[in-house]
């Protein structure tokens, strides 16, 4: 749990949006924890979209979509400034409208392409398990931010903060925020948690205080 006056002021100090400055922080944070024959193979984080921001949508159904970020490291060090840079300038391009719109009518071109639905279920559920496979592969990790969750006034006082967490097989990080109260929630199918220790570190670093807690994974 991080305070939110914090985590805001560091981002508008660097210019970013608060997103960017963790996505940063966590692709650092893998890096550091790479092996150095594998730092020539590009760290990429997929980050979830509410496509509601940016689409009118009247469907009770989850709308959204994601925008993937990546960088290739290689085996000299870089500045955190210049991810940073980079980070945003990726999720600023992928951000514009026309790229989501591009993405989505992408989709639904092969949604509605005639051989496709001519193609009998069985093949479809194994074809599209294999696109998921190879997808999944190219993915390092995740980051998602819930956003502000708000609440009537009379239970407000009641309430410290919320959290989310997700089952997946690979690590992620939900975000989400309560009043000064941010939650900043890992998962990860590892027990090891040197890259969780090093994103906190980093955060510490930059004047952001984080208080933590963790289950037990190891049985000792």
Not at 98 to 109: D, I, K, Q, T, V
Not at 138 to 149: D, F, L
């Amino acid at each position: 749990m991080i305070p939110v006056s914090q985590a805001l002021a560091k981002a508008r100090e660097m210019g970013v949006t608060v997103t960017v400055l963790f996505t940063a922080v966590l692709m650092d944070a893998i890096y550091q924890e790479m092996a150095v024959k594998d730092r020539d193979k590009p760290v990429v984080v997929t980050i979830p979209v509410n496509l509601r921001k940016y689409f009118y949508s009247e469907s009770a159904r989850n709308f959204f979509g994601i925008v993937d970020v990546g960088y290739v490291f290689g085996k000299t060090p870089v500045g955190f400034r210049e991810l940073l840079a980079e980070i945003s300038s990726q999720m600023q391009e992928k951000l514009k409208v026309e790229a989501l719109e591009g993405r989505m009518n992408s989709l639904g071109s092969i949604e509605r392409n005639v051989f496709a639905r001519a193609t009998p279920l069985i093949f479809k559920d194994f074809f599209m398990k294999l696109a998921c496979d190879f997808a999944a592969k190219q993915e390092t990790a995740t980051i998602s931010n819930v956003g502000k969750i708000d609440m009537p006034e009379e239970f407000r006082e009641d309430i410290r903060l919320f959290d989310v967490f997700v089952s997946t097989n690979k690590l992620q990080i939900c975000m989400c925020s309560f009043g000064d109260n941010m939650t900043v929630s890992f998962t990860s199918p590892f027990s090891a948690t040197d890259i969780q220790r090093r994103f906190f570190r980093t955060l510490s670093g930059m004047g952001i205080t984080a208080e933590i807690a963790a289950n037990q994974v190891d049985g000792e």
